[in-house]
């Protein structure tokens, strides 16, 4: 039963603490998972904490019977012998002392392998991420070598970690069997001279193995605990990463959202990059329509980031219906947005899973009829197992086109008051980007729409466009005003219909 109970503790122990820091990691921003640290995030949610559980199983149990025996066993051997009992305890301060010189030794030595692991993880992931690039480019060979200094790097420094923690376990031994001699020589003389009873002293050379003996597993179960505390380190100190894009508190109905938008005096830079958007100041009317055009790298991805919070800004404002955002609950002015983001995630599970995602009550009528907006339906009923197909990691399984069709019709059965499309129809042919386009213009029609698109027929129909370069808007109005002036877009739609084959804008 106890046995039971003890190792249930450290599973509920492990368990909560995972789900602590996972749930702390998802409020975390965008940026710190940009930093290339999957791996080690990985590794602190499985590697680490497993740890902790291990020693969590008998390690502390250990720790716990041995104090109880130290003192009970101390107590009676005391009472028995007091001119010999001191010596049992003897190596006691020589444990301690050792366990705690070898812990400032070992702490850094444990620190390193755990990072090392992260380093593995981190590596293996990203190369199971790119197999296809891995064959594509041959580099088989070459990822092999970069995975075996990785390994080995870890595999060092657990030698290092071994080396110290192998002189130390000995060192306690020792300690024991100095202090189990001497109890034996100095009561076997006290006894010789008639000072002690030989029945005491038979008890006593009994009891010091009960006392000592246990004491032998110390320096293993220090050990253990040390790696674990490597461990733990980690994990807390993940649970303790600030969240700087922390919730504001007024809630808004997202039934009432009109979704009027503005950006004012906005200025914005990536950490350690140049300054990106430049006192950007603009008005997107509730219900209008927007199309944001300009080169690569000019931005466009940035400002809808910006919208949805996953930056901070360095400066300025960004109002829905009149309200700065950083006062709105993260959920729900997330809940106001249907995106269609550049990079398209699929999650590994079926086509319908993947339309529902974050709207699991819907019917299937309702994903239906998504499907269909996104000129999707009829390429997923020609799929072997329709709706029910999977689509593989990341959506793997499925082609460019195929996979932004699904987000679509994801971002529309959400139904949002702000709809933004960033590339959204990029990756399909233009007679499904033109079908897509005649159901947009049904769905759109009562809410915002934001279309970000390099082709610039996408955008031609919407209600006004910006240029958007070096961080200003250099141009703005519709599609037929913009072409009558001689600027960028003028350019860029002469490029794009074969007449001039350089753009200026950069
Ligand atoms: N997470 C990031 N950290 C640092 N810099 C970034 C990050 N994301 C984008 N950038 C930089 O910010 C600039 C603008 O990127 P953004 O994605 O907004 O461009 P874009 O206009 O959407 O381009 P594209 O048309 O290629 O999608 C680029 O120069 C890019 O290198
Ligand atoms: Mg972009």
């Known amino acids: 039963m106890y046995g039971i109970l003890w190792r249930n503790l450290a599973q509920k122990t492990q368990h909560q603490l995972r789900i602590k820091a996972y749930s ?179 008890f006593l050379v009994f009891i010091t193995q009960r006392l000592l003996w246990p004491l032998t597993t110390l320096g293993h179960t220090l050990d253990e605990y040390q790696r674990s505390m490597a461990s733990t380190n980690r994990v807390l100190d993940l649970i303790d990463t600030p969240i700087t894009i922390s919730s504001g508190n007024n809630s808004i109905d997202i039934k009432q959202v009109k979704g009027d938008i503005k950006f004012e005096n906005v200025n914005f830079s990536y950490s350690g990059r140049t300054s990106l958007i430049k006192d950007f100041n603009l008005h997107i009317p509730a219900g209008s329509n927007i199309g944001i055009v300009g080169s690569t790298g000019s931005g466009k991805s940035t400002l809808i980031k910006l919208l949805l919070r996953l930056y901070k800004l360095n400066s300025g404002n960004i109002l829905l219906d009149g309200k700065r955002i950083e006062d709105l609950k993260l959920k729900d002015l997330r809940r106001c947005i249907s995106l269609v983001s550049q990079e398209v995630y699929l999650f590994h599970g079926n086509i319908y899973e993947n339309i529902a995602y974050g709207c699991e009550d819907s019917s299937f009528e309702e994903i239906k009829n998504a499907a269909d907006l996104a000129e999707a339906s009829s390429f997923i009923e020609n799929l072997p197992e329709g709706y029910e197909t999977l689509v593989g990691e990341r959506g793997q399984k499925l082609s460019g086109g195929q996979r932004q069709r699904i987000a679509l019709a994801r971002a529309i059965l959400k139904n949002a008051p702000i709809l933004i499309l960033d590339e959204a129809t990029a990756a399909v042919d233009n007679e499904t980007e033109a079908a897509i386009q005649r159901s ?67």
């Open 440 to 506: 947009l213009l049904k769905i759109a029609s009562n809410r915002t729409t934001i279309v970000i698109a390099h082709r610039l027929s996408t955008i031609r129909s919407t209600d006004n466009i910006i240029v958007l370069n070096n961080g200003y808007i250099a141009e703005q109005g519709n599609h037929n005003t913009l072409i009558k002036k001689s600027g960028l877009y003028n350019d860029l739609w002469k490029v794009q219909a074969g007449i001039k084959n350089t753009y200026s804008g950069m």
């Open 24 to 202: 702390h990691l998802q409020k975390l921003e965008i940026s710190f998972f940009e930093s290339g640290n999957t791996g080690r995030i990985l590794t602190i949610l499985n590697d680490d904490i497993n740890q902790l559980e291990r020693f969590l199983d008998h390690g502390a149990n250990q720790i716990l019977q041995l104090i109880i025996t130290v003192l009970l066993v101390g107590g009676v051997m005391a009472l028995i012998a007091p001119g010999v009992a001191f010596l049992a305890f003897l190596p006691i301060p020589i444990i301690l002392w050792g366990s705690i010189y070898f812990q400032r030794l070992l702490a850094p030595k444990y620190r390193e392998v755990r990072e090392r692991a992260g380093d593995l993880a981190a590596r293996l992931n990203n190369n199971l991420g790119g197999m296809m690039t891995i064959k594509s480019f041959a580099t088989e060979g070459w990822e092999i070598n970069r995975l075996i200094r990785e390994s080995d790097a870890y595999r060092k420094s657990n030698n290092r970690a071994i080396k110290l923690s192998a002189a130390f376990i000995p060192l306690i031994r020792f300690a024991i069997l100095f202090a189990f001699l001497a109890i034996l020589l100095l009561g076997g003389l006290q006894t010789w001279e008639g000072k002690m009873e030989i029945g005491a002293y038979s």
